[in-house]
Each structure stands twice: as structure tokens, then as C-alpha cells.
């Protein structure tokens, strides 16, 4: 039988042992985000441009090939690596280089960032290179934004149109 | 005593404080793995009942919990808050469990396999509670999602990015019903099979917990989930980032690191951190004694060694002897723990019998012989001088009765006091001990399991070898003690000698011999 003094013990452990339990199940809360932020996160999926033009094979080099090979032109399967800057008001709040994956380097990079940034109106402006030919961007848009506090701002790219897509 | 490290001491005395309102039996310490698999009860009953009224698509999983939640929050919200209180209890019985092994260094040598297999153990766990809350999908259900799939895209296994699955117009109800394949499914089966794992270097695996800790633990559960009844977050808005969050640290702890380090790092932390876990046993390396030791001609094949052997590592097999017997014991020295438990169920322990000659058992600890423990025995009680005199056994695992050593007081320190056969306690009365004194790891507690849990039953006559009727019990004594116990081990142990003054031959007429 329980004696009335372990029962009032046994009571205080329980609580004691439950109140931890309680506290760290919601507290202390996690601020994420400033009462005056907001969020932008850039998820992008895009091939980079081939590295090289495909050449022209000479007649020599055709006939080392087997019959069945000999295509007239050899193309290099490596692709360009991807910028991406973005910037408000002017300033760079973010800026990559992403290299393409595989043993060849010849696939698509996927960018995935989010960057906490103050809310407010601002120009943003974001460039993309996605051609290791070609000095300075190959993709850009300007666009006024106006962010409101724990806003998500999504920027994505989409390749078939060749423009920006911010919602 | 100065010994002890402050670890072991802190914990020594947490335990004590636990057994003074607990008592043993019920003391939550000594059974934390079983309160563990309660709770895990309790969070399969919650979550079985969850799921009958749980929308398993993407539109209707936040309503579904909020209407059990607010709605029925008779039944369908406490059981709710037991499966999120149930989970977070599990989660600390762990934590403390794995203290505990680490305070009184339980988790080197022989016992590495179970740290070892312990530690991911714990990762499936806290992996079964984040599938949890993703499922309720309000803002911290996205918050985990949208992290974890960062931690999934930076490890090489996944091609392009999941975490942009959650991004606005991607989302899709397929993804979702595979987080609740995952959840009601799949992670619990695997996590029965981890466990299995876990315990399998063991015998005589407990995984229910006494009626009485498991009884209270429930009501306080239950006082907690109406008190302070689970609640969601807001529903999940692909457009908006949560600005404040109410983390559920023990299972979300890791994800806060994703704000400052990239998914690389983090996993870096995180596979690091699991890694010197699981080295722990070798750092540095506990040495287990050399493994017990078969003699064929004094085993008879009964396989009481076997039964009682705590850690699976004994065998009962065919005679390859050709003797009369039809079974003989084999013992596995890659699972034993060189405990010596098995000496003591032998009944050829015996130290009466072969008094003439060299004492053989059926199975015997090489570092420290049966034959040696009776010689120790009578080479102790032979220096002993005036009255009272009283033979105390300790272990080398509790507190060291060495220091109890006196002019009438001697000792005799086994491996464990379940290695000690009940018919040396007789044979020390026997060979002039007034009194015999036991101690060794605290009750409830033992280094090797069930070292003082066997020797306490065959005292009581409940297993084999037993403690025979006609043993003087009022000349023998069993106080249990921890190396923070020495100043209750002497008071209780000047009351035994008290008690054999009180009672000699001289005063009672009785005969003692």
C-alpha cells in the first residue's frame, strides 16, 4: 500500500518530470523571422548552355570511327555552370555559381535559397548566366516589390519561356 | 568513496532520491527502457485512434486534427496531447537512460553492441516524431517539411530539389500520402525492428513497466493533456514564412541550425555527433574479463547457468563427452560479460564438497575460481579475533567493502554477489563467521542485471541453487549499496554485529554451530 508521504512524493517527481515534458514540447518559442522581415526564396531548375559548339569532324577523324559512328559533327556534353545575383535597391542580397552535377558536368543545376530581407518597397533585379561564352547576364528582370512582414516572395525560372516567374 | 566521479555520484543520488520516493520497485531509473516502450504503447493506442478520423490529403489534414482537437476535445484532443506528451516523455526516458549507462559506465566493453545499436535507435525515434508533426501540416508541419527536404537535397542520393516541392502551385496530395505511409507505417515497423536489434545480445528483456510506474505515469500524461491540451499552429501558407515558432525541442532541435548553417553543415553536425556516440565504448576501451569456463566432469547438463545468464551467452547443447548425461553447456565468448553469475546458479559451486582437495564447478570464472573464493573465504575468517566476528561480501561493482575490514570484520569481494553460490554463506557460518553480511549493487539495480535479483531469490528459496531451511537466517543480512552509500552500509552493518551480540550463545543458551 502506498504510504500518504511516497504518494506526495511520487506526485512532485511526476509534476516535475511532466513540467519539462510540457515546456519543451512549444517553449522557448523560435523567432524566425523579425517583426519586420519578410522572406525571398529563389528555387530554380535549369540547364546551363553547352560549354563548346559542336565541331565539325575532319575526314581523318571519320575514318578512325567505326561505319556505324561516323556522325559529321562531335558535340562536347559539358554545360555551362549558373550565375545568379540577386539584388534590392541596388545592393547584392545574394549571389551563386552553380556548378552542373554529374561525372560529365552535363546536367541541370537546381538553386534553392531563401534570404531574409526587410519588408518594404524595393527594386529588384535579378541576373542569370547561364553561358560561359557570354560575358555579363543572359537572363535579368527588374521588378518593383513590395514585401509585407512574413511574406514568402518566390522567384523560379522557367526555361521553356525564358523569364523570371516571381509570385 | 572519494573515488566516485561527480557524474556517478550526482546520479548516485539522484537514483537514491528516487528509490526514497519510489522504492526500488517502482523506482523510474531502473526502468527506464520499459517506461520507454510504455509510452511507446501509449503513442500507438493515441495515434491508432488518431488515424480512424485523420484526413490523409493535403487539403484536409489540418481540418481533420483541428476538429479532433477542438471538437472532440473530449477524447479525440486528449488523445491528441498523450500522443504528442507520450512522444516527448519517450524521448527523455531516452536521453536519461542513455545518462544513466554513461554515469555508471554501462556502456563500454562487453555492453558496446547495446550503446552501439542504442544511438540510431534514438535517430529513428526523433525521424518518427518530425514525420509527426509535418503530418498536421500547419506552419511549423511546413516549417519541418520545407527544412527537411533542404537536408534531403544536400545529401548526393537525391537528384534535383525536393524543397521545391513546397514551394506555391507544386504541392501535390502524393507527396503527402507518402509522409503517412512513412509515419503510420513504415517508421514504427522499422522502429519494433531496431529495437529487437537493441536487445538482442540480452536474456530475460523486460519491456513492461511495474503496474504501479506505469499506472502513474499514464495519469500524469493525462493530467498534462487536459491541463495543457495539444494545439496547432496556424494552417500551413505556402505564401508566408512563420515569424515565430513553438518548437517541439525534443524532436525539432536541429532544424534552428538550418538558419545559420547550409544542410552540408548540418548534416556534418549531425552524422559527427552520432559518430562519437557510437565510438563512446572505445574511448577508452573497457577490458571484460576472460569468459566463463566449461569443466565437463562436474556439469551434469541441467542448464540452470543458461537460464540464469543475463546476456544469452550460455547454451545448452548435446553431450560430446559420452558421459551419462544427456546435455551439456557451452558458453559463447563473444556474448559473455565474464559476470560469474553462472558460477553461482551451479550446484557444484558447492564449496563443502572436494574439502580435501581442489573445488572443480560445472562452470568457472578463470579470473577468480570458485576453489580460489572458498580458500579466500577460510583465509579471511581464520585472521579474525574476538567476538561477533562477521564475513561481509561485496562486489566489484558497488561500494568497496575493503574499507569495512577490522579486527572482527573480514571480506570477500566477488565479481558479482550472484556469482556466490548460497552454500558459501552456510560454509562461512560453518567455518566461524558469527554472522555473514551481503551486500553489493543497490536492489533493483545490478551491474550485470540480475546478479543480486538471482541471489535475493535463492536467498528467499524462489530459484535454484536455494538457500537451505536450515541456514541460519538471523545470522545473515543483505543490505544493498552504492559507493555513495558507505555511512547507511556502516550503520546498518554495526547493527547486524549488534544484533549477533545480542543473540550469542552465551546470552541465548542457544548453539550456534
Not at chain 2, 507520450?86 to 527523455?92: K, L, P
Not at chain 2, 544511438?119 to 527544412?147: M, R
Not at chain 2, 500520402?177 to 528483456?205: A, C, D, E, N, Y
Amino acid at each position: 500500500m502506498l504510504s500518504p508521504k511516497r504518494l506526495v512524493l511520487q506526485i512532485f517527481n511526476y509534476g516535475i518530470f511532466m513540467a519539462l515534458v510540457w515546456y519543451f514540447s512549444f517553449a522557448p518559442p523560435y523567432i524566425r523571422l523579425d517583426p519586420d522581415q519578410a522572406m525571398i526564396t529563389l528555387s530554380i531548375s535549369h540547364a546551363g548552355e553547352l560549354v563548346a559548339d559542336c565541331r565539325q569532324l575532319s575526314p581523318e577523324e571519320l575514318a578512325k570511327l567505326p561505319p556505324n559512328m561516323r556522325l559529321g559533327t562531335s558535340c562536347d556534353r559539358e554545360r555551362s555552370p549558373v550565375d545568379l545575383e540577386i539584388s534590392l535597391d541596388g545592393d547584392s542580397v545574394f549571389r551563386t555559381t552553380a556548378e552542373p552535377p554529374g561525372l560529365y558536368k552535363d546536367q541541370g543545376v537546381d538553386i534553392y535559397h531563401s534570404i531574409k530581407v526587410p519588408t518594404g518597397t524595393k527594386q529588384m533585379l535579378v541576373k542569370m548566366n547561364d553561358n560561359i561564352r557570354v560575358k555579363g547576364p543572359t537572363f535579368t528582370h527588374e521588378q518593383e516589390i513590395t514585401l509585407e512582414p512574413a511574406q514568402l516572395l518566390t522567384i523560379q525560372f522557367s526555361t521553356s519561356t525564358g523569364q523570371f516567374v516571381v509570385k | 568513496m572519494n573515488s566516485v566521479n561527480p557524474i556517478k555520484r550526482g546520479y548516485l543520488y539522484l537514483e537514491a532520491w528516487f528509490n526514497y520516493s519510489f522504492g526500488p520497485e517502482w523506482n523510474p531509473l531502473y526502468h527506464l527502457g520499459t517506461l520507454t516502450f510504455f509510452f511507446f504503447w501509449v503513442v500507438l493506442v493515441s495515434g491508432i485512434y488518431l488515424f480512424i478520423f485523420f484526413d490523409t490529403s493535403l487539403g484536409g489534414a489540418y481540418a481533420s486534427v483541428e476538429y479532433l482537437t477542438h471538437e472532440q476535445w473530449y477524447l479525440g484532443g486528449v488523445m491528441r496531447s498523450l500522443h504528442r506528451y507520450a512522444s516527448d516523455a519517450a524521448i527523455m526516458t531516452i536521453l536519461l537512460h542513455m545518462f544513466r549507462e554513461f554515469a555508471l559506465d554501462r556502456y563500454r566493453g562487453f555492453r558496446w553492441y547495446s550503446w552501439v545499436t542504442g544511438v540510431p535507435t534514438l535517430w529513428f525515434v526523433i525521424t518518427l516524431g518530425i514525420t509527426g508533426y509535418w503530418l498536421v501540416w500547419d506552419e511549423l508541419g511546413l516549417y519541418i517539411a520545407v527544412l527537411s527536404s533542404l537536408l534531403m537535397d544536400a545529401l548526393p542520393i537525391v537528384s534535383g530539389s525536393m524543397a521545391s516541392n513546397f514551394l506555391e502551385g507544386q504541392l501535390t496530395d502524393r507527396f503527402f500520402t507518402l509522409m503517412g505511409f512513412l509515419h503510420l507505417l513504415g517508421q514504427p515497423v522499422l522502429l519494433v525492428f531496431v529495437l529487437w536489434i537493441h536487445v538482442k545480445r540480452l536474456s530475460h528483456v523486460e519491456i513492461s513497466a511495474p503496474r504501479g510506474l506505469a499506472i502513474g505515469s499514464f495519469l500524469a500524461l493525462l493530467a498534462l493533456s487536459l491541463a495543457s491540451p495539444a494545439v496547432s499552429h496556424a494552417p500551413a501558407d505556402l505564401r508566408k514564412v512563420p515569424a515565430e515558432l513553438n518548437l517541439d525541442w525534443f524532436y525539432l532541435n536541429i532544424y534552428p541550425l538550418l538558419d545559420t548553417l547550409t544542410a552540408g553543415q548540418t548534416w556534418m553536425i549531425t552524422i559527427g555527433i552520432t559518430f562519437f556516440l557510437m565510438l563512446m565504448p572505445w574511448l577508452p576501451r573497457k577490458k571484460t574479463g576472460e569468459a566463463a569456463k566449461v569443466h565437463l566432469d562436474e556439469c551434469n547438463g541441467c542448464g540452470q547457468c543458461a537460464v540464469d545468464c543475463p546476456f544469452d551467452a550460455i547454451r545448452v547443447q548435446a553431450r560430446t563427452d559420452n558421459a551419462r548425461w544427456e546435455f551439456e553447456v557451452a558458453v559463447d565468448d563473444g556474448l559473455c560479460a565474464a559476470c560469474g553469475i553462472c558460477v553461482g546458479s551451479c550446484h557444484s559451486s558447492n564449496p563443502f564438497r572436494r574439502s580435501n582437495k581442489s573445488l572443480e564447478t560445472g562452470i568457472d570464472m578463470p579470473q577468480f575460481p570458485i576453489d580460489e573464493v572458498r580458500t579466500r573465504t577460510g583465509e579471511a575468517l581464520a585472521e579474525l579475533q574476538g567476538d561477533d566476528k562477521v564475513l561481509v561480501i561485496g562486489c566489484e561493482h558497488a561500494l568497496d567493502v575493503e574499507q569495512f575490514k577490522t579486527q572482527n570484520v573480514a571480506v570477500l569481494n566477488l565479481i558479482c554477489t550472484g556469482m556466490m553460490p548460497p552454500t558459501l554463506v552456510e560454509y562461512a557460518l560453518k567455518q566461524g563467521a558469527d554472522g555473514v553480511f551481503v551486500t553489493g549493487c543497490r536492489k533493483g539495480d545490478c551491474y550485470y542485471r540480475y546478479g543480486n535479483v538471482w541471489m535475493d531469490k535463492r536467498f528467499e528459496g524462489l530459484r535454484k541453487p536455494v538457500l537451505r531451511e536450515r541456514a541460519d537466517r538471523s545470522r545473515i543480512r543483505v543490505y544493498r549499496a552504492a559507493e555513495t552509500d558507505q555511512k547507511k552500509l556502516l550503520k546498518e552493518l554495526a547493527g547486524f554485529q549488534r544484533h549477533l551480540a545480542d543473540t550469542r550463545p552465551e546470552k541465548t543458551g542457544a548453539n550456534r554451530a
